[in-house]
C-alpha cells in the first residue's frame, strides 16, 4: 500500500521547510568577525600628560622592507597604527621619521624582538601567527618610552604598545 501526502499537507510542509531554512543557519557562525591576522596595534600618548594624542608629520618605515615601502605617511594625524611583525623572522625594526620642517626631519627606531607560533583560530578564521614579544628596544629622539602592554600578539584588535611622546604640558 502506497500512502501520498494530501494537497492540503503540501503547502504546510513547504511553509515548514522555509521556516527551518531560515533558522538553521541562525545556529551557525556568521563567519570570521575577529581579525584575521596577529597584528600589534601601537597607540600614541603624551610622555608629559599621559593622555592619548593624535601625531602629525612623521612616516613609519619598516627597516629592510622592500623597496623602502612605508607603512604610513606624513601627512595624516594618527592616533594608533599596526606593526607588523615577520613571521619568518624573531625580529622587526621601524623607523620613525619626524618631519619638523621642508628640510629637517628626526628619526626614532624601535626594534621588536618576539617569538612566533602558527595559531590555527577557526574554520572561518583560518591560521594565522601569533606573537610572543620578548624583548625592545629603542632610541629616544622625539620617543620618551614604549610601554608593552601585553606581549602576547593575538588577533584581538587591542593596543598591546604604548608610544611615549615627548610633548610640552598643556
Not at 500512502?3 to 527551518?20: D, F, G, M, N, Q
Not at 570570521?32 to 593622555?51: H, I, V
Not at 619626524?98 to 574554520?123: G, L, M, N, W
Request: hydrophobic letters at 40%.
Amino acid at each position: 500500500m502506497i500512502s501520498r501526502c494530501s494537497s492540503s499537507l503540501l503547502p504546510l510542509a513547504a511553509v515548514a521547510a522555509l521556516i527551518l531554512s531560515a533558522i538553521l543557519p541562525g545556529c551557525n557562525t556568521t563567519g570570521c568577525t575577529d581579525n584575521q591576522s596577529a597584528l600589534p596595534l601601537a597607540g600614541f600618548y603624551s610622555a608629559a600628560t599621559g593622555q592619548a594624542i593624535s601625531v602629525d608629520g612623521f612616516d613609519i618605515a619598516g627597516v629592510g622592507a622592500p623597496d623602502g615601502a612605508l607603512l604610513y605617511e606624513w601627512g595624516l594625524a594618527r592616533s594608533e597604527v599596526y606593526l607588523p611583525f615577520r613571521s619568518d623572522a624573531s625580529s622587526t625594526a621601524y623607523t620613525f621619521t619626524y618631519h619638523v620642517d621642508s628640510i629637517t626631519t628626526v628619526t626614532d627606531r624601535i626594534d621588536f624582538t618576539y617569538t612566533s607560533e602558527p595559531y590555527f583560530a577557526s574554520e572561518e578564521c583560518g591560521a594565522m601567527f601569533i606573537y610572543q614579544i620578548t624583548g625592545m628596544t629603542y632610541t629616544r629622539n622625539l620617543i620618551d618610552s614604549v610601554a608593552i602592554l601585553d606581549s602576547l600578539v593575538t588577533n584581538t584588535n587591542s593596543q598591546r604598545i604604548h608610544i611615549y611622546f615627548r610633548t610640552s604640558p598643556q
